[in-house]
């Protein structure tokens, strides 16, 4: 493609020269890479992924355009994109959007036209890194220095930028996309667990999608700002009691670890994912580090340690669970089979369970769907 040129900068130094794509500007942020070969709408508008730059390691992105019902968020959440080649051509009935029109709309500054494939080895060899997206004729040497001058995302807390501002209740919406995005609550398998049996959820940065798997098995949910006491939530009456995904470093949330503490006395089922399984285990004794460059991707491979059984994953974290010191009444339920690192655990003696990836896919494979209808289980006993 010809156009507008830009750079890459990483504050190591590396530079990468290309084309500028979507808005026109600079951007610094974490540059990392997710290995997907579709879902870039989805991605894009995760709110785990704020303040980083995302890599799209599948060369060809942007094909089916932008619309509405795939969106996980109301914004994109990235702070830049950079794709080897976008595509010029969008084909979709449902798309309302071109990529780089999106794009722009979004104020999400790209570089395409790089070698991708050179960018990855480099931050899988270096470790993900802090990057500067510049195609406002920034000199390259102020880049780096842009770069290697931003703050980062260890130590940071994240999760209160992206959580919502007051309690609201899921409109009753099917994970079917493409329908007619309404719910019928009669047509559950879960219908006689009261019709309305009511899970509340911290937000710490959710996924749409987690959402409407909950209430596809028949659950009223409620969301509650990250900053909510334990008794805000008791106070609410929940069945079951859910843990989002979120951005930023889960050892910066320690007011979310607290509250969970409280809520861990009780009898009430929890089902957290992603920075809710992080901040669960911290509640539990567990601690949690940053990793070299991050699990991101729909071809995660996890091993069930209680059954055997091998299930490919999505998955977004920069952060994962340490296994040094795992309490006796926690118990090791899942493991990546690329690094061997903690992707999911359960308390013993209690209806508490957790995931490190994500479950309701979006984009990802569906082998994880399960797990909602374990939650759905454990609420319905």
């Not at 390691?57 to 932008?66: K, L, W």
């Not at 102020?142 to 501002?165: I, K």
């Not at 994912?273 to 285990?281: F, V, Y």
Request: proline content about 3%.
């Amino acid at each position: 493609m010809a156009g507008k040129k830009a750079i890459l900068a990483l504050a190591d130094g590396r530079i990468f020269r290309g084309q500028a794509f979507g808005a026109i500007g600079n951007t610094v942020g974490e540059v990392c890479f997710n290995t997907s070969m579709t879902g870039y709408q989805e991605i894009l508008t995760d709110p785990s992924y704020t303040d980083q730059i995302i890599t799209f390691t599948y060369p060809h992105i942007g094909n089916v355009g932008i619309n509405a019902d795939d969106c996980e968020s109301e914004t994109a959440s990235v702070r830049g994109c950079i794709v080897r080649a976008p595509s010029r051509i969008t084909s979709n009935y449902r798309a309302e959007s071109g990529f780089d029109a999106w794009l722009k709309s979004q104020n999400v500054v790209g570089i395409a036209d790089i070698d991708t494939r050179a960018l990855v080895r480099h931050l899988r060899d270096n470790g993900a890194q802090n990057g500067v997206i510049a195609s406002d004729d920034m000199r390259e040497e102020d880049a780096v220095t842009m770069a290697r001058a931003w703050e980062g995302l260890e130590g940071r807390d994240l999760v209160g930028e992206v959580s919502c501002d007051s309690v609201s209740v899921w409109a009753s919406e099917s994970s079917e996309k493409g329908g007619q995005g309404s719910y019928d609550l009669d047509s559950t398998k879960y219908n006689d667990v009261e019709k309305r049996a009511h899970v509340v959820a911290f937000d710490f940065g959710c996924k749409r999608n987690i959402f409407r798997k909950l209430a596809d098995r028949g659950l009223k949910v409620s969301i509650m700002p990250a900053q909510s006491s334990a008794a805000d939530i008791m106070a609410m009456k929940p069945d079951g009691i859910f843990l989002s995904n979120g951005p930023g470093d889960p050892a910066a949330a320690g007011y979310a670890v607290e509250e969970i503490r409280k809520l861990l006395d009780g009898d009430t089922p929890i089902f957290g994912i992603c920075m809710g399984h992080q901040l669960l285990s911290q509640a539990l004794g567990l601690e949690t580090f940053k990793l070299k460059f991050g699990h991101r991707g729909g071809n995660h491979p996890v091993k069930d340690e209680t059954t055997g059984k091998i299930e490919i994953t999505s998955q977004n974290h920069g952060f994962a669970v340490s296994d040094d010191h795992v309490p006796a009444n926690v118990e090791i339920t899942h493991r990546s089979l690329f690094d061997g690192t903690v992707e999911g655990l359960k308390v013993k003696d209690k209806a508490i369970f957790s995931v490190q990836y994500h479950p309701e896919a979006s984009p990802g494979p569906q082998d994880a769907d399960y797990l909602f209808d374990r939650f759905a289980d454990l609420i319905k006993s």
